[in-house]
């Protein structure tokens, strides 16, 4: 991979809570490798599979960032319950785990990290990744809670280190995706799921996305729940 090639870095967690596999890291080592375009723009996409560790998955991360440098990263995660792929918009400096992380850490009422504001809102045009995805036949809206998880620590964390390098830092996210349909069946009955094909050319089209759109556009995506 030559040194001028944009990369987009894609992450994915390590399967969690008792599944056999996490979608999230199955669409980012499916997009590895793929050239895509969006705006006369070119890149390649690069995947990471992080460990679903609190403070540990931040250094994998870190680690990624430093080695391929990338000009937009874009991590994704899990959220079983939801119905299609959401877009983060805002990540918050909240560690409080409902559950156990697969190294049995479970922070409650913690900050990530001690020093930063209560907050970060993304960069990247999510609404427009949103239409993108909608376009591409998947389900997909706009979400304003990342949850208080492992997911919530990496999109802050990410956040928070590339808000330390300025203006000249990547633009980066935070997307969860839905169950596979395989993982549907749960203890209250069948879930919302997404086929893996979908959700890796969803998640394709909200990256050409990304390439084409520096701001997002205008459309609605508030909440009133």
Avoid at 124 to 145: C, F, I, Q
Avoid at 146 to 162: D, K, P, Q, T
């Amino acid at each position: 991979m030559g040194a001028g090639v944009m990369r987009l870095l894609v992450t994915g967690f390590e399967p969690f809570g008792g599944d056999a596999v996490n979608p999230s890291e199955l669409v980012a080592a499916a997009l590895h490798g793929q050239t895509l375009h969006g705006g006369g723009q070119r890149a390649i996409v690069v995947a990471q599979r992080l460990p679903c560790a609190f403070g540990v998955a931040q250094r994998v991360l870190a680690g990624a960032i430093e080695e391929f440098q990338p000009a937009v990263v874009l991590s994704l995660g899990l959220a079983a319950g939801r119905a299609g792929l959401t877009p983060e918009r805002v990540a918050v400096n909240l560690a409080d785990a409902r559950i156990a992380d697969n190294a049995g850490a479970q922070p409650c009422d913690q900050p990530v990290a001690p020093e930063g504001p209560a907050a970060y809102f993304t960069t990247l045009p999510v609404k427009a990744m949103v239409a993108a995805m909608r376009a591409a036949g998947a389900p997909a809206e706009l979400s304003l809670s990342a949850g208080s998880f492992v997911c919530n620590e990496i999109f802050y964390a990410l956040m928070h280190s590339l808000a330390q390098r300025g203006p000249a830092g990547c633009r980066a996210g935070f997307m969860h995706l839905p169950l596979l349909p395989a993982q549907a069946q749960g203890p209250a009955g069948l879930r919302p799921s997404v086929a893996l094909d979908l959700q890796v050319a969803a998640v394709s089209a909200a990256l050409a996305a990304v390439l084409a759109h520096e701001a997002d556009i205008t459309a609605a995506g508030g909440s009133i729940a």
